[in-house]
């Protein structure tokens, strides 16, 4: 089973980092999220109810829909604070790659540790601009708002094909498939991670990785 | 084939599908409200929320669907549609966007029905969510209430899509293979917008009246008719809908008007001018009430919403205010301005520094074409005049007044000349400060 990776790629000035990437991250968490599973007896389970609300970006002319659930919305903003200060302290010029990744684990025997297979991986390049002036920056609000709509419709377009998904788990594999940390919600289980791009277009912690990989594959 | 499928399968399959396209209807209606839409997770399934998702069930929409529906399930050959369009309170009506179900006979025989397709009808009816709030429509219907409202009509059959004008686009939310055919959710909506701009952006008042909303203080909190749109139970307010719409059985406002149809029109302004409460609540709105900013003479109604900035008279829109943040605060800041030695010091000509040259011009823009001091032609002595230079002096008085002048902070002489002016009156400005100065102190102990 191969892990389908999709790249989305968003031009957005500084103050709307933030938004934009919380709008496209969970935009994909509404639809890889389901309610919490009450497993009975006889192998049955029960789901329970999602709820969403609207959001309205304050640097861009865009609403998007989340899911309602405070600790996933605190999980993700975490991460996205974080990714936006990494991209601000790089001194670069502004380059830099959020990845949401979806994945599985496999239990393995002792001694090794349980492997992590993703099975499906989102990654959002930023592109940050200056603007000279606020008229530039009211038709970057619109502008940012259009491309975000266009985001969300790939996302849903991707999510529509109906590729591979986990099959429901037992109660025994749950966590082994979902997150179920959370009070109100279960998300797949997946991970954020984030990479600056330099000035010369390469990211170092990808060349890091691939070094790793590469060893380990010998 | 159908035998292929059990009967419990069918039955469910059924089910699944009436409830897939009542949710559908409740999710597009909602989206166009003209509000933020939340509801809550809850982790102990209820069994009433069908495909695990929290969607609250409107009962008239629920009404309206059941009565298109008329038993009948969305099925090959017959699509169900839901067909959103603008009214204007003038009557104009206009198409935005049209949601089909379909569904075709490509069959997916192998799916299980309990599990993936209600799983699968599930993860449409999310995209839905985050599809609806993408298209046009959903910013017009967030700003919908005062110059225009948002209607919503099922109807079931072929879909039409004539109405959306030339060059509609189309977007697909989603599939779904099932036993008996494929399901298919899409969008169709303008992106002519043109009949619209001309009419509607003339008149700015929902926006304008959203600038009001963050800069005047409300000390009441009963403001709900203020917003663009609020959705009322059924029988709360059933007076908020337009006259006009009654004509049509199947159209429905998903708007519930904010401000009853009596308001909507105020005698002698243009365009829908946004209402607040009848009593001034506070000493801003009376001392806008004593601007005259109207040039056709109205004293402003003490109920009347009034500020220059949304003074909408002639056509003398001060954009200049509408630009200004806290622009509600700018004819008070006039006032004070005028009234207060410091600013306008008793022995001072006209206009002797830029303020004063602006404050002046902004008043004169103000009321659109009243000539104030700085403009009467000292030499203009029409019982003098020849008859041969009559025409002369009227062509040149119109000239001069055709346009608001210019202001005296932009003209580089008179600034430099008024500067140089301020500077030698300093002294004599200073004198008299200091002369009243106890006058300031006590100001600024008001202040604190």
């Known amino acids: ?218 | 084939m159908d035998s292929d499928l059990s009967s419990q399968d069918r039955k469910d399959l059924d089910k699944f599908i009436k409830f897939f396209a009542l949710k559908t209807v409740q999710i597009i209606v909602q989206a166009r409200l003209g509000e933020k839409i939340s509801t809550c997770s809850s982790s102990s399934p209820t069994g009433s929320d069908w495909f695990n998702l929290a969607i609250k069930d409107i009962p008239e929409v629920t009404h309206e669907s059941k009565k298109a529906l008329a038993g009948q399930l969305p099925g090959i050959g017959r699509s169900m549609c839901v067909e959103i369009s603008l009214k204007t309170s003038e009557g104009d009506s206009m198409e935005l966007e049209t949601w089909c179900l379909e569904m075709n006979e490509k069959c997916d025989k192998d799916i299980k029905v309990s599990y993936t397709v209600y799983n699968r009808l599930s993860l449409l009816l999310k995209s839905l969510l985050a599809i609806t709030r993408v298209t046009p429509a959903y910013k017009l219907s967030r700003k919908q209430g005062h110059d225009y409202v948002i209607l919503y009509r099922i109807y079931f059959g072929d879909v039409q899509l004539t109405g959306l004008g030339e060059g509609f686009q189309s977007v697909r939310v989603g599939v779904v293979g099932t036993p008996i055919g494929t399901i298919t959710l899409s969008c169709a909506y303008r992106t002519n917008l043109a009949l619209m701009s001309s009419r509607q952006f003339e008149r700015t008042g929902p926006i304008m009246g959203i600038i009001i909303d963050h800069f005047v203080e409300r000390p009441f909190t009963n403001m709900a008719h203020m917003h663009p749109c609020s959705y009322r139970t059924p029988g709360e307010d059933e007076g908020g809908t337009y006259a006009g719409i009654e004509d049509s059985q199947e159209v429905c406002t998903t708007s519930f008007s904010t401000s009853p149809p009596s308001q909507m029109v105020v005698p002698g302004k243009e365009g829908g001018v946004p209402q607040v409460p009848a009593q001034p609540n506070h000493g801003t709105a009376a001392e806008h009430c004593r601007i005259p900013s109207c040039p056709n003479g109205q004293s402003p109604q003490p109920g009347e919403m009034h500020s220059d900035v949304l003074c909408m008279c002639g056509t003398q829109v001060t954009t200049t205010s509408l630009d200004l943040p806290f622009a509600a605060f700018t004819p008070r800041a006039n006032d004070l301005e005028v009234n207060d030695p410091m600013v306008h010091p008793p022995p001072s000509p006209a206009p002797s520094s830029p303020l004063q040259g602006s404050l002046h011009s902004n008043s004169s823009s103000h009321s659109g074409g009243q000539p104030q001091d700085d403009f009467v032609m000292v030499d203009f002595k029409p019982a003098f005049s020849k008859d041969d230079l009559l025409p002369m002096d009227l062509g040149t008085f119109y000239r001069e007044f055709q346009n608001p002048p210019q202001l005296a902070s932009l003209s580089i002489d008179v600034s430099a000349q008024s500067m140089a002016e301020d500077l030698d009156s300093l002294p004599e400005k200073l004198a008299i400060y200091e002369k009243n100065i106890d006058e300031f102190d006590a100001f600024v102990d008001t202040l604190q």
């Open chain 1, 1 to 218: 089973m191969n892990c389908r990776s999709e790249v989305l790629e968003v031009s957005v000035e500084g103050r709307q980092v933030e938004e934009a990437m919380l709008a496209v991250l969970h935009t994909i968490l509404l639809h890889r999220s389901t309610g919490k599973f009450h497993y009975k007896k006889e192998g049955t389970y029960s789901i329970g109810t999602v709820g969403t609300q609207d959001v309205d970006c304050d640097f861009i002319d865009f609403t998007f829909v989340r899911v309602s659930s405070d600790e996933l919305d605190r999980v993700i903003r975490k991460a996205v604070a974080e990714f936006k200060d990494a991209l601000g302290n790089s001194g670069s010029d502004g380059m830099g790659q959020i990845s949401l990744e979806f994945y599985q684990k496999k239990k393995s025997r002792w001694p090794f540790s349980d492997e992590c297979i993703p099975w499906e991986v989102w990654s959002i390049k930023v592109n940050v601009v200056n603007l000279a002036n606020e008229q530039e920056r009211q038709i970057c609000r619109e502008k940012v708002g259009e491309k975000l709509g266009e985001k969300v419709i790939n996302i849903v377009e991707v999510i529509n094909r109906h590729d591979y998904l986990p099959k429901m788990p037992t109660q025994s594999e749950v966590d082994n498939v979902f997150d179920t940390s959370l009070k109100d919600v279960q998300p797949y289980l997946y991970k954020i991670t984030y990479q600056i791009t330099d000035s010369l277009g390469t990211s170092v912690s990808t060349t890091m990785r691939r070094l790793i990989k590469d060893t380990l594959a010998l």
